[in-house]
């Protein structure tokens, strides 16, 4: 069977691992961005939440590189996929002030409410 | 490498207020650290010492390279930043407290005076201008959303100085940090709109999410703030992975970034073809991520509670500045797919069945609040509705009258220039609406309709301003609520949506219903009394009324701000 | 079977086992592991892709840097109870059940064409690759201008997420 599919797909010569087509890269890629989707909409547990949200910017980064390779590795997406690893470490770093910001508030509800009377 | 210094200069130019709102940012830092130690000989030594180093290379620039550039707004700005802080140091010690925000109204006001330097240059020239490799492309539909988004800055600042919750002690409330995410989000917006290269888009648009998520949650201590960051965060995190991923099929497929080759690419394909598919997926994936921002239902969810749960400033922040360079960049993306008379009748389609339910349902949902800002939330939810009108009408389609398939689309003007008049007069009136709501509830302390019985008695200036805004938000003359939605309306109808404009009008009259209730409790006789005595804020009342007249004066007058208005919607190039 | 489709095959089951074990493990912790297998498989992809260097900035930004923040996360915040709804997962499933079978009928249609290939760009190999996106990143016509924007996005999203995270509003005034 998958050599019936290679035979369909042929790679562009002069790219690296031309033996591997870029639909499968694609089809993995939106394996994983449904995984995260399910995941959000499933999951109640924020962290957990967070973490399906990683998944699908992986499945994105990963669609970027396979188009990339497709081009003879144009950087262009290679440039982009480094933005998106970027702003996901961001993402996850505000997320978790948040989210710690919440559970402390969740936790010490009444003794807030005490500091804000005496301020 | 050899580097050409001129031509840096003049692609620094392009984008020379959002600059200056970085350095805004860095400013407030500085600032703000020589606050930390209350120790005033760091300050008065580190105050001059930055400001005229920094003053010193703007003088440096021209004198040593030759070329001329006018830098006198951002020496004038830090002079003026010195000198708020020094004086504040020497005559209010200890007292002051509005010295970020007067630091960020500094800043704000300059980037406002370079774009309309710009502006000025822009508007008559017609041809866009393309700076740093094509990235950033200057044109009049650009300069003037940048304009909404600074101005939205420059008074959202302004209300930060006088907003109560974050007034008593400005450095445990982090009004530097908050100040700082503001100016952030703001250049973030600024530059959505002024590109269109995908990975510009998505970098921006991630810029304003994330300042506006931690704006949000900025009211440490306060549970709801505290909640609505979170699903802010959440819903918005997903929003943008969506959008992500619709970004990366559309460059996976054409191999290009910027929307108009994109766009000429999706003329051109097949669009049955498993990839058409795979495309179109990815255009409505980007789309999801734009209707996130602007509340349109089914992506409306996080706004109540955002609205209600975020500092003031930042509601105001958001349902004006956020959303105007939101539908900047919609447009900007709508763009590409003019001509396309396969899918963009259904995309068209989608759009208005999408305004009807979203304006239906926020002011359905604004019937029944009982919280000021929770109900200019469905409000707001409700306004995208009438907005998105606009957008609807952007296609024409030719039907050929042999057979009766669409033949051609073509671009209709009528709606662009239809929305942006809609989003200044919206700027105005909404900031408006929300200043007044800080100005109340800086007196009352609450923020719940029962609880402003009686105060436009109290304070006549700003409850009369108030009812301006409250009259154009509504929509009647003569106010420039009313000319924005006589302008979408008739681009409704003019571009064979009558239905739509039917039950926008009919939507209207529904929203009389609870504008006209805060209306009439402001000046309902008998207030209650238990409100205490705030300190009073002449400024801030000060920049209401400059709003309100606003709101009359371009409801009397709106034809100049129309015409600019379609100059801008030509700009973009058809 | 060449080597390169055992590969492919062995890092496509880390990367979806992984992401299955994220998303329907009970304990967090887990998750994390699954999410950094996950992760590794990506990175391994990326080096299957001829992006060596993003494979690199993959495993020590995120495997490195991001896990190990949810880790922190998972010890910072207190365990969440859930209860798993089975209307949930159904409505869910099927949603992505549709989804799939949409992507797989179109990606399994493909019939190879790309477009926007251009003809002169030569056989690359990941070390010019490198050079070339280093180069971008502070070329003035390129993305000189993203790259100095992100380090703002990073300066106040940092100072604003350690103001949030802080214990009280106070520092020490």
Redesign the interface.
């Known amino acids: 069977m998958?050599a019936s599919?290679l035979a369909?797909?042929?790679?562009?010569?002069?790219?690296?691992?031309p033996?591997?087509?870029?639909?499968?890269?694609?089809?993995?890629?939106?394996?994983?961005?449904?995984?995260?989707?399910?995941?959000?909409?499933?999951?109640?547990?924020?962290?957990?939440?967070?973490?399906?949200?990683?998944?699908?910017?992986?499945?994105?980064?990963?669609?970027?590189?396979?188009?990339?390779?497709?081009?003879?590795?144009?950087?262009?997406?290679?440039?982009?996929?480094?933005?998106?690893?970027?702003?996901?470490?961001?993402?996850?770093?505000?997320?978790?002030?948040?989210?710690?910001?919440?559970?402390?508030?969740?936790?010490t509800?009444d003794v807030?409410t005490a500091?804000?009377l005496e301020? | 490498m050899d580097y050409d210094f001129a031509s840096y200069l003049r692609d620094l130019r392009t984008i020379g207020p959002e600059l200056i709102l970085c350095g805004t940012i860095l400013v407030l830092f500085l600032v703000d650290l020589w606050r930390i130690g209350r120790n005033r000989t760091i300050s008065w030594v580190l105050a001059p010492l930055v400001t005229f180093a920094a003053c010193y290379g703007l003088y440096l620039v021209p004198a040593t390279t030759g070329i001329d550039v006018d830098l006198w707004p951002e020496f004038l700005g830090l002079t003026a930043v010195y000198a708020v802080v020094t004086v504040a140091d020497l005559r209010w010690r200890g007292r002051d407290r509005w010295v970020p925000g007067a630091v960020a109204v500094i800043g704000a006001a300059l980037a406002c005076l370079r774009l309309w330097q710009q502006g000025v240059e822009v508007f008559g020239e017609g041809a866009a201008a393309f700076s740093w490799g094509g990235l950033v492309r200057v044109d009049a539909f650009g300069v003037l959303l940048r304009g909404l988004a600074c101005l939205t800055l420059l008074v959202t600042s302004w209300f930060t100085i006088f907003y109560a919750p974050m007034r008593?002690d400005p450095g445990a409330k982090g009004v530097t940090e908050f100040l700082a995410c503001l100016a952030a989000a703001a250049a973030g917006g600024m530059f959505l709109v002024a590109t269109e290269n995908?990975?510009f888009i998505?970098?921006s648009l991630?810029l304003l999410s994330?300042c506006s998520?931690?704006q949000v949650?900025m009211l440490?201590?306060d549970?709801r703030s505290?909640?609505a960051?979170?699903k802010y965060?959440?819903y918005g995190?997903?929003a943008s992975?969506?959008m992500?991923?619709g970004?990366?099929?559309l460059?996976?497929?054409s191999?290009e970034?910027a929307i108009p080759k994109i766009g000429q690419f999706l003329q051109t394909m097949p669009r049955h073809s498993p990839e058409g598919v795979l495309m179109t997926v990815g255009v409505l994936l980007s789309f999801s991520g734009f209707a996130y921002k602007l509340t349109l239902v089914p992506f409306h969810f996080w706004a109540p509670d955002v609205y209600e749960g975020a500092p003031t400033p930042t509601t105001a922040f958001l349902s004006v500045g956020s959303k105007a360079v939101s539908f900047g960049i919609m447009l900007r993306f709508l763009h590409m797919l003019t001509g396309d008379i396969v899918w963009a009748p259904g995309l068209v389609h989608l759009a208005a069945l999408a305004a009807v339910v979203t304006m239906t349902y926020g002011n359905l949902a604004a019937l029944h609040q009982s919280n000021l800002k929770r109900l200019f939330g469905y409000s707001s939810i409700a306004h995208a509705g009438y907005m998105l009108l606009g957008v609807v009408t952007v296609f024409q389609f030719m039907e050929d009258p042999a057979t009766g398939l669409l033949r051609e689309g073509r671009f209709f003007g009528e709606g662009y220039a239809a929305v942006l008049f809609y989003l200044g007069a919206y700027l105005l009136m909404n900031l408006g609406a929300f200043g007044a709501v800080i100005f109340l509830a800086n007196r009352t302390g609450s923020e719940e309709i029962e609880d402003i019985r009686g105060l436009g008695w109290k304070s006549p200036w700003v409850g009369g301003a108030f009812i301006v805004f409250l009259l154009s938000l509504t929509g009647i003359p003569p106010t420039a609520g009313f000319f924005a939605k006589w302008y979408v309306f008739r681009a409704a109808i003019d571009g064979g949506f009558l239905w739509l404009a039917v039950v926008a009008g009919i939507n209207t009259v529904i929203s009389l219903f609870y504008y006209f209730r805060i209306g009439r409790m402001l000046f309902l006789r008998d207030g209650s009394e238990a409100f205490f005595e705030a300190p009073r804020a002449p400024w801030l009342a000060a920049v209401l009324l400059l709003l309100a007249f606003g709101t009359l004066w371009f409801g009397v007058f709106p034809g100049a701000a129309r015409e600019v208005a379609a100059e801008a919607a030509r700009s973009l190039g058809w | 079977?060449?080597a390169?489709?055992l590969a492919?095959l062995v890092l496509?089951t880390a990367?979806?086992a992984g992401?299955?074990v994220?998303?329907w493990s009970r304990y967090?912790v887990h998750?994390?592991f699954g999410?950094m297998l996950?992760?590794l498989g990506?990175a391994g992809?990326?080096v299957?892709?001829?992006?060596d260097?993003?494979a690199v900035?993959?495993v020590v930004?995120?495997v490195g840097?991001?896990v190990v923040?949810?880790l922190?996360?998972?010890m910072?915040?207190?365990p969440?109870r859930?209860?798993r709804?089975i209307r949930?997962?159904a409505?869910?499933?099927i949603?992505?059940v549709a989804?799939?079978v949409v992507?797989?009928k179109a990606?399994?249609g493909?019939e190879?064409r790309?477009y926007?290939?251009?003809p002169d760009?030569?056989?690359?190999?990941?070390g010019?690759?490198i050079r070339?996106?280093g180069n971008?990143?502070m070329d003035k016509e390129?993305?000189l201008l993203?790259f100095e924007i992100?380090s703002v996005?990073?300066l106040v999203?940092?100072v604003?997420?350690?103001f949030?995270?802080r214990?009280e509003g106070g520092r020490g005034s």
């Open positions: 998958i599919i369909v797909l042929p790679a562009a010569e002069g790219i690296p691992n033996s591997i087509p870029t639909s499968w890269v694609l089809l993995l890629a939106a394996l994983l961005f449904i995984l995260g989707i399910y995941g959000f909409l499933v999951r109640r547990d924020l962290i957990v939440v967070f973490m399906s949200i990683e998944l699908m910017l992986n499945a994105a980064n990963l669609t970027f590189l396979a188009a990339a390779r497709e081009r003879m590795l144009d950087p262009e997406g290679q440039v982009y996929a480094i933005f998106v690893i970027t702003v996901a470490a961001v993402e996850a770093a505000v997320g978790l002030a948040l989210l710690i910001a919440w559970f402390r508030l969740r936790a509800l807030e500091v804000e301020g | 008593r995908l990975l998505y970098l991630e994330l998520y931690l949650g440490k201590g549970r505290s909640e960051s979170l965060l959440i995190s997903v992975g969506f992500l991923f970004f990366s099929l460059y996976g497929f191999g970034l | 079977m060449s390169e489709i492919f496509a990367t979806v992401g299955v994220t998303l967090v998750s994390a999410l996950s992760l990506v992809f990326y299957l892709l001829g992006s260097f993003l900035t993959q930004v995120y840097g991001v923040l949810y922190f996360g998972v910072l915040t207190p969440d859930e209860e709804s949930r997962i409505v869910a499933g949603f992505a989804a799939l992507l797989l990606v399994f493909m190879g790309w926007g290939v251009d760009r030569g056989p690359a190999s990941g010019a690759v070339e996106v971008a990143f390129a993305y993203p992100a996005l990073l999203a940092l604003g997420a350690v949030i995270a214990r």
